[in-house]
């Protein structure tokens, strides 16, 4: 019975370093498929269309490369998404100046602008004002004045858009249409829909 249990466990030492290198080598391979690689690609969650950060009573302010106020946007509350990079608005109210330093103004309930506040969706009572400019004598343009559920304000380009139906005044002029497409750059303003306007007449 001795002699028995000495051969087994002869044959056993005698093969043990080879079954110690087969588990070592299984357990190295197992490791190394389970750790993810170091420079491998990162699965990044899709942005969510959820606030990152919050504003009360804020303004923000952006400037030409003169060093003068070219928008200035006010708010009572802001909620910046950073799926869209827009800025949600409540109680918003915006100043632009144009290059000659004209002022066009926009309040609304609630807007929508980007991040450099060259864009602007006015949501909810939105109007928008642009001052009437008397620095060219003889041809001058008059204030003009846009009132809408929703008005879209490019202020670079000085462009108002609305799909909702609008007022205008110009001067003493007042328009009413269902869309409108305006062009200040070019003086071009185009009414679609039912359109009614009156003219005043112009007194010398």
């Keep these: 019975m001795m002699t028995v249990l000495r051969d087994a466990w002869d044959r056993f030492m005698l093969y043990f370093p080879l079954v110690s290198m087969g588990l070592l080598a299984l357990g190295t391979y197992w490791l190394v498929r389970s750790t993810p690689p170091a420079n491998g690609p990162v699965m990044q969650r899709p942005a969510r269309h959820e606030p990152d950060y919050f504003m009360e009573n804020f303004s923000v302010r952006t400037f030409d490369a003169a060093g003068r106020i070219r928008t200035e946007v006010v708010g009572a509350r802001a909620r910046h998404y950073p799926d869209t990079l827009w800025l949600e608005i409540d109680a918003i109210r915006v100043r632009s100046f144009d290059e000659q330093g004209r002022l066009t103004t926009a309040t609304a309930q609630q807007g929508l602008t980007n991040e450099d506040s060259s864009e602007v969706q006015l949501l909810g009572q939105a109007v928008v ?6 620095s060219k004598p003889g041809n001058s343009a ?29 001067g003493q002029d007042r328009f009413t249409a269902e869309r409108m497409e305006f062009d200040n750059v070019e003086q071009v303003l185009h009414l679609s829909g039912r359109v009614h306007g009156t003219l005043m007449p112009v007194v010398k």
Excluded: C, G, I, W
């Design 129 to 134: 004002v642009r001052e009437a400019d008397t």
């Design 142 to 170: 008059p204030r003009m004045e846009y009132r809408s559920e929703f008005l879209h304000a490019f202020m670079n380009t000085e462009q108002v858009r609305s799909h909702k139906p609008v007022e205008l005044l110009r």
